[in-house]
């Protein structure tokens, strides 16, 4: 069983920033993708980037220029980058392991934005 630990979420005003981190428990080396989601109240759960195996990455074109994934493979732990945040981007976020033969989520973790 893969687990996914996040951490690094919280209260953060508009155009501040914040980084997540998940931790994973197994060897990311391989790990066909690795992405963050989230989910606002009343909406479906969306894609916010991904990074691949190859380390290219894309990203929801909402969060596009102003966060950024990466991947510490020695440290089994991905992180999303989050600059310039506006209230819109409020919401559970969640990491996301593909495997291609199963796919894991992590508990999720808040981010607010607000004044």
């Known amino acids: 069983q893969v687990q996914l630990v996040e951490s690094g979420g919280g209260l953060v005003q508009p155009g501040g920033s914040l980084t997540l981190s998940c931790a994973v428990s197994i060897n990311i080396f391989s790990i066909y993708a690795l992405g963050w989601y989230r989910q606002a109240p009343g909406n479906q759960r969306e894609l916010v980037a991904r990074i691949y195996r190859d380390s290219s990455t894309i990203y929801a074109g909402s969060v596009k220029g102003r966060f950024t994934i990466s991947r510490d493979n020695a440290k089994n732990t991905v992180y999303l980058q989050m600059n310039s945040l506006k209230p819109e981007d409020t919401a559970v976020y969640y990491c996301?392991?593909?495997?291609?033969?199963?796919?894991?989520w992590g508990q999720g973790t808040q981010v607010t934005v607000s004044s």
């Open positions: 996301n392991v593909d495997r291609r033969i199963g796919t894991y």
